[in-house]
């Protein structure tokens, strides 16, 4: 017969079970949350590194969309900037898909990229299977690519906006309140980096500098084609691959895209990506 007042074994085992498993978890999401943090806080000081000799705007950005996939859990991440001429160019993405259908939405001329960046404004938590009237041809090409959801962060300081931040996830979702604070934080610093990098050039240079790193761009995507053809890769791991030797060797990613196109750089003396 049991004592009064005294918890069977079994309650007493599952109690400590569950205890055992609620502290596990609460550690987990510690863990999770220092890491989220000390990821941003190195993406900013990587962005904010602007006062070197070698500062390079392309290799800035494409670390911002990446550590941008790695914290806000999304799929894929891309930089559009203004050009001198003041249209908007895609300037890096994440990904592959990414980027076919960034260049179709400013082919389009419609898309929250672009509303993002004339307004000024964050265009967040877009659902695509519910905007289709808003964006009727970016959301069917954006949901074919695999993508269900998008947001856009401006790249701006004060009045001065010179492009955007694009978040896009393959699965339906939504950003955190904190999730935005922390995706405009990031654009921030990275705008604010690009625009003190410029100011300390000649201003006859700034419009020839921005021009340079949009044509860097074309130079990278002839690189990733070669690679790709060469290498059997998709252009993705293409690119992966490249920027990989570029890290290994201390080159730059353009840099080292000219030596792969001019043909002074074997493709098959690029280093292989460990897996």
């Not at 220092?34 to 670390?63: G, K």
């Amino acid at each position: 017969m049991r004592q009064r007042g005294v918890l069977p074994r079994a309650i007493i085992t599952s109690a400590q079970a569950a205890r055992r498993e609620a502290t596990g978890t609460l550690r987990e999401e510690v863990e999770v949350d220092v890491t989220r943090e000390a990821v941003l806080a190195r993406t900013m000081v990587e962005l904010a590194d602007t006062l070197v000799d070698d500062f390079d705007i392309v290799e800035s950005l494409t670390t911002l969309a990446d550590r941008c996939v790695e914290v806000f859990d999304i799929s894929a991440a891309g930089i559009m900037l203004v050009a001198p001429e003041g249209d908007l160019r895609v300037m890096t993405s994440s990904s592959e898909a990414m980027r076919v259908v960034e260049v179709f939405e400013l082919q389009a001329q419609e898309g929250p990229c672009l509303d993002c960046y004339r307004s000024g404004r964050p265009v967040v938590n877009q659902d695509l299977a519910t905007v289709n009237g808003r964006w009727p041809r970016f959301s069917a090409v954006a949901m074919q690519a695999g993508f269900r959801a998008t947001d856009a962060i401006p790249m701006r300081l004060r009045g001065q906006v010179i492009g955007a931040l694009n978040l896009f996830r393959s699965e339906v979702g939504s950003l955190t309140e904190a999730d935005v604070l922390s995706a405009q934080a990031l654009a921030d610093v990275a705008t604010i980096a690009i625009l003190q990098h410029r100011s300390a050039l000649d201003v006859r240079l700034v419009n020839e500098q921005l021009s340079q790193a949009l044509n860097s761009r074309i130079v990278i995507e002839q690189a990733k084609g070669m690679i790709s053809e060469q290498g059997q890769l998709d252009l993705q791991q293409a690119f992966a691959r490249l920027r990989n030797h570029a890290r290994n060797h201390n080159v730059r990613l353009v840099e080292l895209a000219a030596a792969v196109v001019g043909g002074t750089l074997r493709v098959d003396s690029l280093d292989v990506l460990q897996t």
